[in-house]
């Protein structure tokens, strides 16, 4: 089943930097109406001002932070009332590199809230109204590392390894009713996750990395071809091919030899 190939109107979580910021972008000069969500209110607002004026789109600006369950429950409402968005993109997320016993446990519980909880929700949300109209669909960013257990990233690899799953089942419960799930898993992107993330990714060499923009339109090509699962980027498709054939110990205790704790 194909999704539109150009949606009418689009909400994306956690636009105001880097992938979501350039699914808006790629978004609004294909033709697509936006409602951006995240909690830098500067920055969305400057996005929307860029993409009226260059695009002539509609763009609806909407500040949360979907760790609140109360500003999750105004965007949860925005869904439920407006019929008219036909995509929903899930990208808001973020990790903490760092051993998990000692980092406070409010990090890895407000990993679980954006990652799996907020995601969760928006989901149920935002089918309830393309289940009965039966169209639109749901794009869900996850990440390679869902299928790698990651030590020192142990939390963020298991809240990515739920999107995984969950996406992948509910499409094959929901493609019935002409609604279309895609859970996208990018590697490195070049974007503002690592500095966030405390993540040292410097030895990575050049080839692994992407740039928002090539993960955003692989992901659309994929979204619009039905496809329910994407890995963007041929260095990542091979990796995690070849990952999904070792046994899970072994594999950990691989990574493990290449994670190491944050300094410091
Ligand atoms: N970059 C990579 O290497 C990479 C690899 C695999 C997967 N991913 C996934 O790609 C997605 C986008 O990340 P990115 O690489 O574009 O990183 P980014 O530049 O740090 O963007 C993250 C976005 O999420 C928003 N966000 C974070 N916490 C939020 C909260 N509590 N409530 C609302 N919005 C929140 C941020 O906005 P505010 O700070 O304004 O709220 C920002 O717009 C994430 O799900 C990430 O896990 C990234």
């Known amino acids: 089943m194909a999704a539109p190939a150009t949606p009418a109107l689009a909400m994306v979580t956690g636009a105001s930097s880097g992938i979501g910021k350039s699914f808006a972008e790629v978004l609004a000069s294909r033709g697509t109406d936006l409602v951006l969500v995240a909690r830098s209110r500067e920055r969305l607002e400057e996005l929307a001002t860029t993409l009226r004026e260059r695009h002539g789109r509609s763009v609806d600006v909407l500040v949360a932070d979907l760790e609140k369950p109360e500003e999750l429950a105004l965007v949860e409402q925005r869904l439920h009332e407006d019929a008219r968005i036909d995509l929903l993109i899930n990208n808001a997320g973020y990790g903490f590199a760092g051993s998990f016993a000692e980092l406070p446990l409010e990090r890895s519980l407000g990993q679980i809230g954006c990652n799996i909880t907020a995601l969760t929700r928006l ?13 639109g669909g749901i794009m869900n960013i996850a990440s390679t590392a869902a299928f790698l257990p990651t030590p020192y990233f142990s939390v963020y690899a298991a809240t990515k390894s739920y999107v995984v799953t969950f996406s992948l089942a509910l499409s094959e419960e929901i493609k019935a009713h002409g609604v279309t799930i895609t859970v996208v898993c990018p590697g490195f992107t070049r974007t503002e996750f690592q500095s966030r993330a405390d993540y040292d990714a410097s030895a990575m060499p050049g080839f692994v990395w992407q740039s928002a923009e090539d993960v955003v339109k692989e992901s659309l090509a994929a979204y619009g071809a039905g496809q329910t699962l994407c890995v963007p980027g041929l260095p990542n498709r091979v990796t995690t091919a070849l990952t999904g054939l070792l046994p899970k110990s072994l594999l950990v205790s691989l990574i493990g030899r290449f994670t190491q704790p944050p300094k410091g």
């Open 123 to 135: 989901t149920h949300a935002a089918l309830s109204t393309m289940k009965p109209s039966r169209r």
